[in-house]
C-alpha cells in the first residue's frame, strides 16, 4: 500500500466511480480498478461496492476514506511547508468559500495570485457558510471565506471586507423608479429566500429582528439554494429578495435590476477569513491570506 493507491481509492469514493476517477487523475480505468484490488488484497476485506452505477464504500471503505483524506492532506502540508522552507511557493492551497465571495470576488483574486507564484494550485468549494465552517473544522479546506461570524471554539476568525446588500427588484417592478421602499411595504411583497445556512439569510435575520417586521411575517415564496438562483428567480418575477450588489453587477450597469434601500434597515455585514485554530498555517496560506490583506479594495 502507498499513498497513491490511496489517492486513487479516495478519488473513486469523492466521485462515486471508477471512470470519473480515472479521468480526474489522467490514468486509465482498469489501472483505477487495480489499485483498488490490491488495497482490498492488503486490507482483506472489500473497500467499494458497486451501486445502481455508482461506486459506494463499504463499511471498511468508509473508515479508510476518512484515514485517506487526512494522509493526503498531511502529504500536501508537507509538501508546501518543505517548498515554504526552501523559499519556494509549490503545492496545492485549498479554500472554501461562501457564495458571494466564491462567485464574485475570489476567482479574479486567485488569478492574479497565481500569476505571481504560477507553481501553485488553488482549488476552491463554494457553498453555504455552515458547510465551509465544517470543511474547515474537519480539514477539507485549510481556509474559509464566509459572510457570517463563526462562534466555533476551534476556528479562528478575522474581518477581511465590508458588504451592504440591498432590496433587489426587477426593473419592470412598481417600485423599481424609487430609490428606496418603507419598511412596511415589504410585508405583502413575494420574497425570495436563500437556503437555512447561508449568511446571506442569516444577516438578513438578523437585521430584521432588530425592527418591527420580524423575518417569518415576510411573504416567503421560494427557498432556493444559491445566488445565482434568487437572482434568476427576481428576473422571471417570481418575487424580490435582499442580495450584495457585487453579485449583480453587470445587472445593475444593463440596467436589469434595480438596488433599492428600505428606510431604516441597514444590512451591512462582513465576510470573515476563518482557519483552525490548532492547525500552523502552511507559507502558501501565509502567502495567500496576506495578499488578500494587501489588497486596498476587494469588491
Known amino acids: 500500500m502507498d499513498i497513491w493507491q490511496l489517492s486513487v481509492f479516495y478519488e473513486v469514493i469523492k466521485l462515486e466511480s471508477f471512470s470519473k476517477a480515472a479521468e480526474a487523475i489522467h490514468i486509465s480505468q482498469p489501472t483505477v480498478s487495480n489499485h483498488i484490488k490490491n488495497l482490498e488484497d492488503y486490507f482483506g476485506c472489500p473497500l467499494i461496492d458497486r451501486v445502481d452505477k455508482k461506486a459506494l464504500p463499504t463499511k471498511a471503505g468508509l473508515l479508510l476514506f476518512e484515514y485517506a483524506r487526512k494522509l493526503i492532506k498531511l502529504k500536501e502540508e508537507m509538501e508546501t511547508a ?14 472554501g468559500a461562501s457564495t458571494i465571495p466564491g462567485g464574485y470576488i475570489l476567482p479574479k483574486l486567485i488569478g492574479e495570485f497565481r500569476r505571481l507564484y504560477n507553481d501553485i494550485t488553488i482549488s ?7 458547510e465551509i465552517m465544517d470543511n474547515v473544522l474537519i480539514g477539507e479546506a485549510e481556509l474559509g471565506i464566509i459572510g457570517t461570524k463563526c462562534h466555533h471554539n476551534k476556528i479562528l476568525q478575522e474581518k477581511l471586507i465590508d458588504d451592504e446588500m440591498y432590496l433587489i427588484v426587477p426593473v419592470d417592478h412598481p417600485w423599481s423608479s424609487r430609490n428606496t421602499i418603507m419598511i412596511e411595504e415589504l410585508k405583502n411583497e413575494p420574497f425570495i429566500i436563500r437556503e437555512q445556512g447561508s449568511g446571506t439569510l442569516k444577516s438578513i435575520q438578523e437585521s430584521l429582528g432588530k425592527r418591527a417586521l420580524k423575518y417569518d411575517q415576510l411573504n416567503i415564496v421560494a427557498e432556493l439554494g444559491n445566488t445565482t438562483a434568487v437572482i434568476q428567480g427576481i428576473k422571471n418575477n417570481l418575487g424580490v429578495s435582499i442580495l450584495s450588489p457585487v453579485s449583480i453587477r453587470d445587472d445593475l450597469n444593463n440596467n436589469t435590476l434595480k438596488a433599492l434601500k428600505i428606510d431604516g434597515l441597514s444590512f451591512k455585514r462582513c465576510f470573515y477569513l476563518i482557519r483552525h485554530k490548532n492547525r500552523t498555517p502552511s507559507p502558501l496560506h501565509e502567502a495567500f491570506t496576506s495578499y488578500l490583506k494587501s489588497k486596498e479594495e476587494l469588491i
Open 82 to 95: 518543505i517548498a515554504g522552507f526552501q523559499g519556494l511557493f509549490k503545492g496545492n492551497l485549498t479554500i
Open 124 to 130: 476552491m468549494t463554494i457553498a453555504d457558510s455552515k
